[in-house]
Each structure stands twice: as structure tokens, then as C-alpha cells.
């Protein structure tokens, strides 16, 4: 897993409930700290970053829901603007950004050797709702869904996130996309 998630992840915990808790998290799982926990681009374990996020739930004493939709506030609202704003400035509503994340992925990890990011597939099942394909080996669906909530609280839009499996989520957008300029004569 790249150091980015767990990056994010770290500033999360450290912020939100203390450096001291962030330690200990460090500790419960016997990581030290790695460079993969310093530097986003680098290499860090998935059993180590997998366990980073088992052990924030049981320090914290929160859900890995209630730790991947904290994640993916941050993530959406913090961490992405400031490192990947020439990403995020793409976009200018959640429909869109969840729309172009695989291509973001593709875009972000082309030239970055070892990126495994997920991969995403899009399928509307009506005007407002898009069902959602996560492909990964890391089985973090969790992790998707707290960041597509985030995605709505960045862009200060209503939309609603639901797992419906270990690969699939749904998404009920609580408006339609603006409608396109007509065309010049």
C-alpha cells in the first residue's frame, strides 16, 4: 500500500485525538515508523497498514465504519486539496469525482512503481443512482464508502452511500447534474 493512505490516516488520528493516541496505535501494531508511514509515495506493508487501520478501531474504540467515514472526510476535505489539488480542481461537483476517480488512479499511480490502487466500475441504476464496482485485493470497500461520503461533504452535497457487498456500493445522488450549455449557432 502506498504511504499516502496511512499519511492521511496519521494526520487524521493525530489531530483529531492526539499525538499520543497515534503512538499508541503505532505501538499496538509493532510498526515503529516506517518510511511507507512518512512519505506517500513510498512502500509500506498492506499486513502493516491493515493492521495501522484494525488497531485504530480498537485504541479509539470506534467501528471501521465510524474510522473509514473520519478517513474519508479528511481524506476529501484535508489531505487530498492540499497534496492532490491539481486533481480535486478537476472536479465541481461529488458526481463527477466519483465518476473520474478510476481515471485519477490511473493518472496519480502511472509512474509510481508498485502502485496497486483500486479500480472502479460504474454502472447508473437511474437518474440519481449510480451503483458503484470496487476491485482491489485489499477488500477495503469499507475504506470506498467512508471516502465517497467524503466526497459529498467536501462539495457540501447530500448524497447517500450504502455497501451492498464486499465489491459494490450504492450511491443516491440527491440531485441531477447541471444541465449542459446549449449549443452555439
Keep these: 500500500m502506498k504511504g499516502s493512505i496511512i ?5 487524521l488520528v493525530q489531530q483529531r485525538f492526539g499525538e ?3 503512538r499508541a496505535i503505532r505501538e499496538d501494531v509493532g510498526a515503529g515508523n516506517p ?8 512502500d509500506l506493508d498492506d499486513a502493516i497498514a491493515l493492521k495501522l487501520l484494525d488497531s485504530t478501531c480498537a485504541i ?17 476535505c484535508h489531505y ?24 485519477v488512479h490511473v493518472d496519480v499511480t ?5 502502485a496497486r490502487p483500486p479500480r472502479f466500475a460504474y454502472h447508473w441504476q437511474d437518474e440519481h443512482t449510480l451503483l458503484v464496482t470496487y476491485r482491489s485485493e485489499r477488500q477495503l ?18 448524497i447517500a ?18 444541465a449542459a450549455p446549449p449549443a452555439s449557432a
Aim: glycine share 6%; proline share 5%.
Design 7 to 11: 499519511c492521511c490516516l496519521a494526520e
Design 20 to 22: 499520543e493516541q497515534w
Design 35 to 42: 518510511p511507507g508511514m512518512r512519505l506517500a509515495t513510498a
Design 60 to 76: 479509539l474504540k470506534l467501528s471501521l465504519q465510524q474510522v473509514a467515514d473520519a478517513f474519508g472526510e479528511h481524506w476529501c
Design 80 to 103: 487530498a486539496p492540499r497534496v492532490y489539488m491539481s486533481y480535486v480542481r478537476r472536479f465541481k461537483n461529488a458526481r463527477e469525482m466519483t465518476l473520474g476517480m478510476d481515471s
Design 110 to 114: 502511472q509512474n509510481i512503481p508498485n
Design 141 to 158: 470497500i469499507d475504506l470506498y464508502v467512508g471516502l465517497a461520503r467524503g466526497v459529498g461533504t467536501y462539495f457540501k452535497e447530500k
Design 161 to 178: 452511500v450504502q455497501r451492498i457487498s464486499d465489491s459494490q456500493c450504492r450511491i443516491r445522488f440527491s440531485s441531477l447534474p447541471p
